[in-house]
């Protein structure tokens, strides 16, 4: 897809979700405080970390981190976006302390280039949806035969997905669309998020048929009234293998919550929104791959 008309699609749809007030940002303070990952670079970290974590943990993490807060005292400074850009702004010198990424791999990374105190803890695995909003003309489908259907006849218009470049479920989506078969044929039709979430405001918003994001998403009660979803099968793309890791000099409070996030009660919100324990926690090296995977066909 050429870019100047990708990136034209995504301000357009920008635009609309903008005028409907559904886009994410801005900050609110209860236990612990969102912001937007340009702020949150820019902005002295003090006695609060800032955390920054992979969008499809917006709900999940929001919960998990007013849990914390009320339980220690201790506040947090949440900034959500896609991991490919905070693990750049991090080699840059962001001042994140806490890193919560949806793929293992750039956690990897930073640790090869001795950014982080360790190469981390799996903490969950994630899986893609199909979501349709209310009044799409598409069936909630998760092996996507209806999906290629409408492309044949016509009533798929634009899908939404996370920006492959550098959003891991927009990477995993583009690996389940190419599994089946549709990859070339829908390209022109995708409107990009610039992460997950955004990709699934762009999903339920009226503006597009819909999208494939994260079960994480589709599962809280904000997007879940809006609209449907099904599971794509996990041996249609690679695993989203979840690991969180601590930023070399990470203070008291974020060492803390990286503990915290271990603990029972907090994989029990995990399960909620969809996340499962990977049993082989030894890890995946980056370059292992996965035998669950079987590849496009």
Known sequence: MPRASSRRRLLRGTAGLAAAGLLAGGTSIIAAQSVRPAAAASSGSGDIPTVAAASDLKFALEELA??????????????????????????????????????????????????????????????????????????????????????????????????????????????????????????????????????????????????????????SPQVARNASFALIPAAWHQPLRQRMVLIAGAGETARAFHAWLQQPAAREVLARYGFSEDKEEGGREKGAGSSRWTGTR
């Open 66 to 219: 007013a849990r914390f807060t009320g339980e220690t005292g201790r506040k947090l400074r949440l900034s959500f976006g896609s991991s490919g850009n905070f693990a750049r702004q991090i080699e840059q010198g962001a001042p994140y302390q806490l890193f919560l990424s949806a793929d293992e791999d750039m956690v990897f990374r930073l640790a090869d280039k001795g950014l982080t105190v360790d190469r981390g803890t799996l903490y969950a695995v994630g899986r893609i949806v199909l979501i349709v909003p209310r009044g799409s003309p598409l069936e909630t489908d998760g092996e996507l035969r209806d999906l290629a259907a409408a492309l044949a006849d016509g009533r798929l218009k634009r899908l939404a997905i996370a920006n492959p470049d550098h959003a891991p479920y927009g990477k995993r989506a583009e690996e389940a669309l190419r599994h089946a078969g549709l990859w070339d044929a829908i390209r022109p039709r995708l409107v990009l998020g610039e992460n997950v979430s955004q990709a699934a405001q762009f999903a339920t918003s009226g503006s597009t048929q819909g999208g494939i994001v994260a079960q994480s998403l589709a599962l």
